[in-house]
RNA sequence: GGCGACAUAGCCAAGUGGUAAGGCAGAGGACUGCAAAUCCUUCAUCCCCGGUUCAAAUCCGGGUGUCGCCUCCA
């Protein structure tokens, strides 16, 4: 049974999805305005694990994962750039999917762009006008948040605490301080629809209620974002989706923790803002994807160079046990068990019991990356033993591994090594020297070949051939 | 003022009632011609005080510290 916190009753809840056997996921998606940065990074990992680890379970996942596509950001930006917004969109949309593709990040079953959904957006207005939960005033719509009950279950905070710490100045036309924007009149030179209000263009709130209604209907099991969306972007789409349907608008609602660097909040006016964009000139980043996944998800952490450097040695070792693996595979039989070998069997077993166990409940990615170093440990040991070993045993391993990766997607799998001719023909001429012990120059050409990132490593088996690792 | 999170070894980080996973770094050892990789050993009583309990890092109360949200920030 896979347990995941919700935000809305503060403890973990067993995921008991609307229809049996299918998982709706909305995950709030960048405002596609600039580079998407280490911050959200984080949110985009962590559900792209959850939703595969949801699918390696079982379950039939749909994941949405929405483009903001026009909002403030946008419009000032492009004006900045001097083009259209919808350049603008195009533009970063293609740079999310190249920085996201990087990541191993999948892209989701649907990628709405609000834009494109404006009927469904005024359509959604329109039932709120209807059942007296909005309000016009020169051209805008405001959501009366006095009209919704439930408003602020989710922050768990009641409207007269919101007032009271809130640093917003009083809109006088608005009913009550905290009502929000569901649609904006049109400003000369922004992008503008036609509604029934008037030209103008929808708030941010209400695409995300109306692209999650529309696509994964009016309940949904898992809403998801970073924790910064709790109060109000999340509280406002509660008001919004419930107002509108009057049924519950989504079972789990899961919020990610938020990244600091050097234990500052990353903002542009500290001007600490990491871009995957910029990181990736000089990370690689699997270990970006490591990192992430090294720590709960809805722990706060910390980002430096000195933890990416812990990462980057935490994941080679396991990239080395995948490696060494594959490089053994190739070069065995196959053969009857013996004690040993048969432990290991079962320590594949075992290990993929931990790893469900730690990842079924809410979804601890520490934990079961535990399980896998410790098989490491096993694995590395068999691989050293100077009986041999057999394939039998090393594919199950390996599979394993494979099977784990589907869902985690940080290890490399690039089978053995495959020499040039002339490298091969290094390698040898070095097995020759070492035979007649001259040492100078079996070094010599060790040293060579680490010069163009071809590691040798003697082994009791012979010699192991490794590429240094580039990414 | 309100809501909330976090505080575990030099560092990162799991663990929410039964005498502390895992990783990085360090020390010692094994293997090796030397390396590399790997293996073994070693390295914490869990922010403080009080309480509940046979038993608490884990529950309760009170502190201290760091941080977040209450502004269309993931």
Same mark, same amino acid.
């Given at each position: 049974?896979?347990?995941?916190?919700?935000?809305?009753? *503060?403890?973990? @809840?067993?995921?008991?999805?609307?229809?049996?056997?299918?998982?709706?996921?909305?995950?709030?998606?960048?405002?596609?305005?600039?580079?998407?940065?280490?911050?959200?990074?984080?949110?985009?990992?962590?559900?792209?694990?959850?939703?595969?680890?949801?699918?390696?379970?079982?379950?039939?996942?749909?994941?949405? +994962?929405?483009?903001?596509?026009?909002?403030?950001?946008?419009?000032?930006?492009?004006?900045?750039?001097?083009?259209?917004?919808?350049?603008?969109?195009?533009?970063?949309?293609?740079?999310? @999917?190249?920085?996201?593709?990087?990541?191993?990040?999948?892209?989701?079953?649907?990628?709405?762009?609000?834009? *494109?959904?404006?009927? +469904?957006?005024?359509?959604?207005?329109?039932?709120?006008?209807?059942?007296?939960?909005?309000?016009?005033?020169?051209?805008?719509?405001?959501?009366?948040?006095?009209?919704?009950?439930?408003?602020?279950?989710?922050?768990?905070?009641?409207?007269?605490?919101?007032?009271?710490?809130?640093?917003?100045?009083?809109?006088?036309?608005?009913?009550?301080?905290?009502?929000?924007?569901?649609?904006?009149?049109?400003?000369?030179?922004?992008?503008?629809?036609?509604?029934?209000?008037?030209?103008?263009?929808?708030?941010?709130?209400?695409?995300?209620?109306?692209?999650?209604?529309?696509?994964?209907?009016?309940?949904?099991?898992?809403?998801?974002?970073? +924790?910064?969306?709790?109060?109000?972007?999340?509280? =406002?789409?509660?008001? +919004?989706?419930?107002?509108?349907?009057?049924?519950?608008?989504?079972?789990?609602?899961?919020?990610?923790?938020?990244?600091?660097?050097?234990?500052?909040?990353?903002?542009?006016?500290?001007?600490?803002?990491?871009?995957?964009?910029?990181?990736?000139?000089?990370?690689?980043?699997?270990?970006?994807?490591?990192?992430?996944?090294?720590?709960?998800?809805?722990?706060?952490?910390?980002?430096?160079?000195?933890?990416?450097?812990?990462?980057?040695?935490?994941?080679?070792?396991?990239?080395?046990?995948?490696?060494?693996?594959?490089?053994?595979?190739?070069?065995?039989?196959?053969?009857?068990?013996?004690?040993?070998?048969?432990?290991?069997? =079962?320590?594949?077993? =075992?290990?993929?019991?931990?790893?469900?166990?730690?990842?079924?409940?809410?979804?601890?990615?520490?934990?079961?990356?535990?399980?896998?170093?410790?098989?490491?440990?096993?694995?590395?040991?068999?691989?050293?033993?100077?009986?041999?070993?057999?394939?039998?045993?090393?594919?199950?391993?390996?599979?394993?591994?494979?099977?784990?990766?589907?869902?985690?997607?940080?290890?490399?799998?690039?089978?053995?090594?495959?020499?040039?001719?002339?490298?091969?023909?290094?390698?040898?001429?070095?097995?020759?020297?070492?035979?007649?012990?001259?040492?100078?120059?079996?070094?010599?050409? *060790?040293?060579?070949?680490?010069?163009?990132?071809?590691?040798?490593?003697?082994?009791?088996?012979?010699?192991?051939?490794?590429?240094?690792?580039?990414?």
């Amino acid at each position: 049974m896979i347990k995941l916190y919700n935000t809305l009753t *503060r403890k973990k @809840e067993p995921l008991e999805p609307v229809k049996e056997g299918k998982v709706g996921i909305y995950a709030c998606g960048p405002t596609v305005y600039d580079f998407f940065h280490i911050g959200n990074a984080r949110v985009f990992i962590t559900f792209d694990v959850l939703r595969r680890y949801l699918v390696y379970r079982g379950y039939d996942v749909t994941l949405v +994962q929405n483009y903001t596509d026009i909002d403030d950001k946008m419009i000032n930006k492009a004006a900045e750039m001097g083009i259209s917004v919808d350049e603008l969109a195009e533009r970063f949309i293609r740079n999310y @999917e190249e920085d996201a593709g990087a990541l191993g990040i999948l892209p989701a079953d649907f990628q709405p762009r609000a834009t *494109r959904h404006i009927p +469904q957006i005024m359509a959604l207005i329109q039932k709120l006008m209807e059942k007296n939960l909005a309000y016009e005033v020169e051209g805008d719509i405001y959501f009366h948040v006095e009209a919704f009950p439930g408003y602020g279950k989710l922050s768990q905070q009641n409207l007269e605490e919101l007032i009271l710490g809130s640093r917003v100045e009083i809109d006088e036309r608005k009913k009550h301080p905290m009502d929000f924007a569901l649609w904006k009149k049109e400003k000369p030179g922004e992008p503008s629809w036609e509604s029934p209000w008037g030209r103008g263009r929808p708030g941010w709130h209400i695409e995300c209620s109306a692209m999650s209604l529309y696509y994964l209907g009016d309940t949904l099991d898992i809403h998801a974002g970073g +924790q910064d969306l709790i109060f109000p972007h999340h509280e =406002n789409e509660i008001a +919004q989706s419930e107002g509108a349907t009057s049924k519950s608008f989504s079972r789990h609602w899961v919020h990610v923790g938020y990244l600091n660097i050097d234990q500052e909040k990353m903002s542009k006016s500290l001007g600490n803002v990491l871009t995957i964009r910029q990181l990736r000139e000089t990370v690689d980043p699997m270990v970006i994807r490591f990192f992430m996944l090294s720590a709960h998800y809805r722990t706060p952490i910390n980002f430096s160079g000195e933890y990416l450097e812990q990462a980057s040695k935490a994941l080679e070792r396991l990239n080395t046990t995948v490696y060494n693996l594959e490089e053994r595979l190739g070069k065995v039989k196959k053969g009857i068990p013996d004690d040993e070998e048969s432990a290991l069997l =079962n320590l594949i077993e =075992n290990s993929r019991e931990k790893f469900m166990e730690a990842m079924d409940d809410d979804f601890n990615t520490a934990e079961a990356l535990a399980v896998l170093f410790d098989l490491a440990r096993k694995v590395n040991t068999y691989l050293n033993r100077p009986q041999g070993q057999k394939e039998n045993i090393l594919e199950p391993v390996l599979d394993f591994y494979r099977e784990i990766n589907g869902i985690f997607g940080f290890m490399k799998e690039q089978g053995p090594a495959v020499l040039q001719k002339d490298i091969e023909e290094l390698v040898a001429r070095r097995e020759e020297a070492r035979r007649l012990k001259d040492w100078a120059s079996a070094d010599a050409i *060790r040293a060579q070949l680490k010069e163009k990132g071809i590691i040798l490593e003697d082994t009791p088996q012979g010699v192991r051939t490794i590429f240094k690792r580039r990414w």
